[in-house]
């Protein structure tokens, strides 16, 4: 049994603080998944908070039969994956067309080259999100946990609810859109 | 297994293998080096910091939810903790029973019949009490025939 199936096996024997370490342990990677499926950072942490409540509710049925970052973005997946289709996408293509409000502050010197690397570096980046967000909605998600979880196969398969072969499948043909969209980046 | 190679996934024996064939395969050289320029592309992406209240928000939610499941079930929790079993079974059974007993099918349909009997008797009743009104009436001009009334 993973350690942090054993800690939420604390969390349904009453134990908050085990809790609180599970939270301090995902919240950054869940909230980035998010962030990254829905590119609008306020619905993403709305939705991770569901995530997490949804985590604690379930503490007395809670059953180990998995890992649980498995079981953790398969909430994360659903949720993101509902919102998209309820429409909360409209507001991620007008999140797509504005000024990126929400993006890393960075911090910007007066001198001339470091404005143009910043331009050069936001249009980078607003290529990659619109290349992300141009993927059908499994995709994406294959692509998120494959890159930035660093998930196996196998676990992915898990949290999308299909088999090995077919997460194989949609990464490369995920994959294939984005070398196809951003290769001339290299 | 070009994945894998481009996720940094594979093996260092398995690395040196692929690395061999791409030397001399062009279609797997140029897939490479696609990918490898997509997963660049992708390191660049950096996700925004998580609010700082973050934290604090999920669990004054929580303290909601708790405080109001709470209230809710404080009166039950002593009873819910030595017998939740046969209470649940019991407020199942009676929910169960008042289902049945408010579904229309489970009435027996009295009132048809009932109204069907009326609808048939009336009539009777009426001709019956008609032939009585014009038998007291004929009963009424045999004993007194100067006081009879014509119009009846």
């Known amino acids: ?26 919240r950054s990677s869940v909230v980035h998944f998010l962030y990254r499926m829905v590119q609008n950072h306020p619905v993403a942490e709305e939705l991770a908070q569901e995530v997490f409540l949804r985590v604690y509710r ?10 649980f ?7 994360a997946t659903h949720l993101a994956l509902n919102a998209l289709r309820d429409g909360k996408n409209e507001r991620l293509q007008e999140h797509l067309d504005d000024d990126s409000s929400d993006m890393p502050v960075r911090q910007i010197s007066d001198s001339r080259p470091s404005v143009e690397q910043f331009m050069v570096y936001q249009a980078r980046l607003d290529e990659v999100r619109r290349a992300v967000a141009t993927l059908p909605e499994k995709q994406r998600a294959a692509v998120l946990m494959h890159k ?11 949290v999308l609810n299909c088999s090995e072969s077919a997460v194989k499948s949609l990464l ?11 290769a001339h980046m290299a | 297994m070009l994945l894998a190679y481009c996720s940094r996934k594979l093996d260092p024996e398995s690395t040196a293998i692929l690395e061999d ?7 797997c050289r140029e897939f490479a080096s696609g990918q490898q320029a997509v ?50 079974a019991a407020v199942a059974l009676v929910i169960g029973a008042g289902v049945l007993l408010e579904r229309p099918g489970a009435v027996p349909p009295a009132s048809a019949p009932v109204s069907a009997q009326v609808d048939v008797v009336a009539p009777d ?22 006081t009879a009334d014509p119009k009846m």
């Open chain 2, 125 to 146: 009743q009426a001709e019956h009490a008609l032939q009585e009104m014009e038998m007291m009436r004929e009963f009424n001009r045999l004993v007194h025939p100067d």
């Open chain 1, 1 to 26: 049994m993973d350690y942090d199936a054993e800690l939420m096996l604390r969390v349904k024997d009453g134990d908050g603080a085990s809790f609180g370490v599970l939270l301090e342990k995902h």
């Open chain 2, 39 to 88: 997963w660049k592309a992708l390191d660049a992406w950096e996700a925004t910091p998580v609010s700082a209240d973050f934290d604090r928000r999920l669990y004054q939610r929580i303290d909601r939810e708790v405080s109001w499941w709470d209230l809710l079930m404080r009166p039950f929790r002593p009873l819910l903790l030595r017998q939740g079993l046969p209470i649940a």
């Open chain 2, 21 to 27: 064939h791409i030397r001399i395969c062009p279609a």
């Open chain 1, 172 to 182: 490369f043909r995920a994959y294939e859109t984005l070398r196809a969209r951003l």
């Open chain 1, 69 to 75: 970052t498995t079981w953790l973005f398969r909430i």
């Open chain 1, 58 to 67: 379930s503490r007395s049925t809670y059953e180990p039969t998995a890992k």
């Open chain 1, 148 to 158: 930035y979880e660093e998930m196996e196969y196998s676990q992915i398969a898990r």
